[in-house]
């Protein structure tokens, strides 16, 4: 019976997004850019609990919050990352994420997502190598693209990047997308990753590109996470919005069809 609710509510929910995504879907194979992908890997989180099977938990401790399993839950067909003010190791705040136990290469990633509300908290949908710790190293990371990184002070978009970090760090220069209420609606953020360039993308419309031709490429894991950060210009936690959540719809990776 929960299964049925979840899945009745994410239609209601998500209804144009369906339509949009049908018309142009068959037997799991899209269209983008003029190439063919095929369905590899997605999370609809309609299941009781978490696939444990398919995710790591991220665990680390950074900036101001560490991050614990016990805040990743999955009900009614969506996964909430759950960020609370309680004290854990020297952090007065608490935040969650996951990581793709596999690793992905080239082919289109997807996720319909919500930002949580009030300030303070860092939300990433996010392409990186993991080195199966509890957080990130980027001594092992080739490049690092960021489909969705927003600051929660930042009620009206997101930020998109691209980051090399092999042979020395360089940060190619991230845009800035407008997307109004995102802690009020879900969006629908992807990016397609091919050997010439890195394409992204917001409810289906292209809102930046960068040339990775020259840089050198890697199978990546999909982080979905939520951190309190001072990223962004960000002076604090706002402790009247908690607890609050980073909730995901669904995760979807796609392959290029040969």
């Known amino acids: 019976m929960m299964q049925i609710l979840g899945f009745m509510k994410k239609i209601i929910a998500g209804l144009g997004i369906i339509i949009l995504t049908v018309c142009c879907k068959g037997n799991n194979v899209i269209k983008i850019s003029n190439t063919n992908y095929e369905l590899a890997f997605s999370d609809e989180f309609d299941e009781q609990s978490l696939k444990t099977d398919i995710w790591d938990y991220r665990t680390d401790s950074k900036h101001w919050?560490?991050?614990?399993?016990?805040?990743?839950?999955?009900?009614?067909?969506?996964?909430?990352?759950?960020?609370?003010?309680?004290?854990?190791?020297?952090?007065?705040?608490?935040?969650?994420?996951?990581?793709?136990?596999?690793?992905?290469?080239?082919?289109?990633?997807?996720?319909?997502?919500?930002?949580?509300?009030?300030?303070?908290?860092?939300?990433?949908?996010?392409?990186?190598?993991?080195?199966?710790?509890?957080?990130?190293?980027?001594?092992?990371?080739?490049?690092?693209?960021?489909?969705?990184?927003?600051?929660?002070?930042?009620?009206k978009g997101y930020?998109?990047?691209?980051?090399?970090w092999y042979d020395g760090h360089k940060d190619y220069i991230g845009k800035h997308v407008e997307a109004f209420g995102i802690d009020e609606k879900f969006q629908v953020l992807a990016?397609?990753?091919?050997?010439?360039?890195?394409?992204?993308y917001l409810n289906g419309e292209v809102v930046r590109e960068i040339n990775i031709k020259d840089l050198n490429h890697s199978g990546l894991n999909i982080w979905l996470t939520s951190i309190a950060s001072f990223l962004g210009g960000t002076e604090s936690v706002d402790d009247t919005k908690l607890p609050s959540s980073a909730i995901f719809d669904y995760v979807r990776y796609y392959k290029p069809v040969k």
Request: charged residues 30%; proline residues 2%.
């Open 65 to 155: 919050s560490t991050q614990k399993k016990e805040n990743v839950e999955v009900k009614d067909g969506f996964l909430y990352l759950n960020l609370k003010k309680e004290k854990s190791l020297d952090k007065e705040y608490t935040g969650a994420g996951l990581i793709s136990k596999k690793k992905f290469k080239y082919g289109y990633y997807e996720a319909r997502l919500k930002t949580p509300f009030g300030g303070g908290w860092h939300t990433s949908f996010w392409l990186m190598t993991h080195d199966g710790s509890g957080g990130t190293n980027t001594n092992v990371a080739t490049i690092e693209i960021d489909i969705l990184e927003n600051d929660s002070k930042d009620r």
């Open 191 to 200: 990016c397609e990753y091919t050997p010439e360039y890195v394409r992204y």
């Open 159 to 164: 930020h998109v990047n691209l980051h090399k």
